[in-house]
């Protein structure tokens, strides 16, 4: 297997139990380089491989969704970080359909605030608000985070951008203009503050 960078070094041991310090020292360096250079191109392809997936009542495609969503929260004038998360809401929608929320959330937490991690927990949730005879739903669901600091965000994240960006009709912007976005988002600071 070829190295990212023809200056790094293979390491060949064989257990992570027989790396001493200067091993360890090596695996931060090259892994940290690594991460920074690969990083956004792999989000980006777990979105963009989705593109020409078949729909299966929609007229759109997970992927039409999560761009229309994007590009809706991008010319409504948000934040970049809340562009960023609408984008990735639904990244895992089909290869984990009961905690794609989570998923997202979890994809996303050391590099978002605290106010979209949780909404990105608890979309799935809000969003059955709006599926009035849906068997099994429960539309007030939601009601149980009544009070809590971002229950209105999550409320009008699904109600505005997520919910209603089912439609083929609709100008969306091309993946390429949400990659710089993207790419500084994931290249924050890392925090671990989102204990949910």
Not at 98 to 127: C, D, K, Y
Not at 158 to 169: G, H, L
Not at 179 to 186: Q, Y
Request: glycine fraction near 4%.
């Amino acid at each position: 297997m070829a190295l990212q960078k023809d200056e790094w070094k293979y390491s060949n041991k064989r257990s992570l139990d027989d790396f001493n310090a200067q091993d360890w020292k090596l695996w931060s360096e090259q892994r940290s380089q690594y991460f920074e250079g690969q990083r956004v191109s792999h989000i980006m392809r777990m979105l963009e491989c989705q593109k020409d997936d078949k729909a299966y009542l929609y007229t759109v495609n997970n992927y039409y969704h999560c761009m229309q969503t994007a590009t809706r929260m991008l010319r409504a004038g948000l934040p970049e970080e809340d562009v960023v998360v609408g984008l990735l809401n639904d990244v895992g929608f089909v290869t984990c359909n009961e905690t794609h929320g989570e998923f997202s959330a979890a994809l996303m937490r050391p590099f978002i605030s605290e106010r979209n991690h949780w909404m990105l927990v608890n979309h799935a949730i809000f969003q059955q608000y709006h599926c009035y005879d849906l068997p099994g739903c429960d539309r007030h669901a939601r009601d149980k985070f009544n009070g809590h600091p971002y229950f209105a965000w999550a409320a009008e994240f699904v109600d505005k951008y997520d919910q209603t960006t089912i439609n083929y009709d609709e100008e969306i912007l091309p993946l390429a203009a949400f990659e710089p976005m993207v790419k500084r988002i994931f290249t924050r600071t890392p925090n671990f503050k989102n204990k949910e």
